[in-house]
């Protein structure tokens, strides 16, 4: 079954834009100038968007610690954490006692 992942609802360049403080935790993680760089990009970022959503209506009842999401994605946690940030705030994912999953009606 093939699921195709709708578009970013939010304003797609405040959406995929870090934070202040993310760029803060990018620099201090000890990634590379060219990690950084790939991490702040916003096609790089709207392509990890549209495979985690695609995943979590894959599974609907999947629900992930920021730890547990970055090690299933291979994302360092402060890119994991703005992704899972970007979802929730668009109402699409829910955050609950640490654990994200999919809002209902989504």
Not at 6 to 23: G, H, R, V, W
Not at 60 to 76: H, V
């Amino acid at each position: 079954m093939t699921t195709t992942a709708a578009p970013i609802d939010p304003d797609t360049s405040a959406a995929m834009a870090p934070s202040a403080s993310a760029l803060v935790r990018l620099r201090d993680s000890g990634m590379t100038g060219a990690e950084m760089r790939e991490a702040r990009d916003p096609d790089t970022l709207a392509a990890l968007i549209r495979r985690v959503r695609a995943e979590f209506i894959e599974m609907p009842g999947m629900q992930l610690t920021l730890p547990q999401a970055a090690r299933l994605w291979g994302l360092d946690p402060t890119t994991c954490d703005h992704i899972l940030g970007v979802l929730a705030g668009s109402g699409f994912l829910t955050k609950r006692d640490g654990r994200y999953a999919r809002a209902s009606g989504h």
